[in-house]
T-cell receptor
Framework: KAGVTQTPRYLIKTRGQQVTLSCSPISGHRSVSWYQQTPGQGLQFLFEYFSETQRNKGNFPGRFSGRQFSNSRSEMNVSTLELGDSALYLC??????????????FGPGTRLTVT | SQELEQSPQSLIVQEGKNLTINCTSS?????LYWYKQKYGEGLIFLMM?????EEKSHEKITAKLDEKKQQSSLHITASQPSHAGIYLC?????????????FGGGTRLMVKP
């Protein structure tokens, strides 16, 4: 079974621009979560989508948004990019969401650099 | 909010030696995850523990969950250079609030040949 895929793998953007990242979960998985990883803050939860609905949201500004499609693929968008948005963005795929914890499998990540 | 503290922050061991990494939670552990990450890459799922006293093994890696201490430990037996990387523990929210994980700061492991 294919793993979680993320595109693009690397991205360089300029301050003020916007960016869209894509995540395809493992076949059959319906939950996709997004995380931001930086050297200073570590790994932080952005949001989770399950069955096309946002189930949870982390403590990030409204410039960060996401959506999930009917085939469970998910995209996240960051508008008005800031230098501090430079990070590794990871998505995780799970079979379902709640009430029990589910195994989560991560993709290789998208490295975003904002200049 | 839940906080996870990992110790040690970094570890250098000689190949063949055993080692233990700890993950302590500020709140009751509901689901505890262990991952391995190579620098700048994605997280590799190692195992998930749910119940107090649960113990799981994968090759030479064993993880245990101590519900009373709100702590999990990851033990590597006879370490190899391939075990080098960053080990991260993550915790699921209590009460089935979905897959929102909180992560510890990570333990950087180096294995000297």
């Amino acid at each position: 079974k294919a793993g979680v895929t993320q595109t693009p793998r690397y991205l360089i953007k300029t301050r003020g621009q916007q960016v869209t990242l894509s995540c395809s979960p493992i076949s059959g998985h319906r939950s996709v979560s997004w995380y931001q990883q930086t050297p200073g803050q570590g790994l932080q939860f952005l949001f989770e989508y399950f069955s096309e609905t946002q189930r949870n949201k982390g403590n990030f500004p409204g410039r960060f948004s996401g959506r999930q499609f009917s085939n469970s693929r998910s995209e996240m968008n960051v508008s008005t990019l800031e230098l501090g948005d430079s990070a590794l963005y990871l998505c995780a795929s799970s079979l379902a969401s709640g009430p029990l914890p589910y195994e989560q499998y991560f993709g290789p990540g998208t490295r975003l650099t904002v200049t | 909010s839940q906080e996870l503290e990992q110790s040690p922050q970094s570890l250098i061991v000689q190949e063949g030696k055993n080692l233990t990494i700890n993950c302590t939670s500020s709140k009751t552990l509901y689901g505890l995850y262990w991952y391995k990450q190579k620098y700048g890459e994605g997280l590799i799922f190692l195992m998930m523990l749910q119940k107090g006293g649960e113990e799981k093994s994968h090759e030479k890696i064993t993880a245990k969950l101590d519900e009373k201490k709100q702590q999990s430990s990851l033990h590597i037996t006879a370490s190899q250079p391939s075990h080098a990387g960053i080990y991260l523990c993550g915790a699921a929210p209590f009460g089935g609030a979905g897959n929102m994980l909180t992560f510890g700061g990570g333990t950087r492991l180096m294995v000297k040949p």
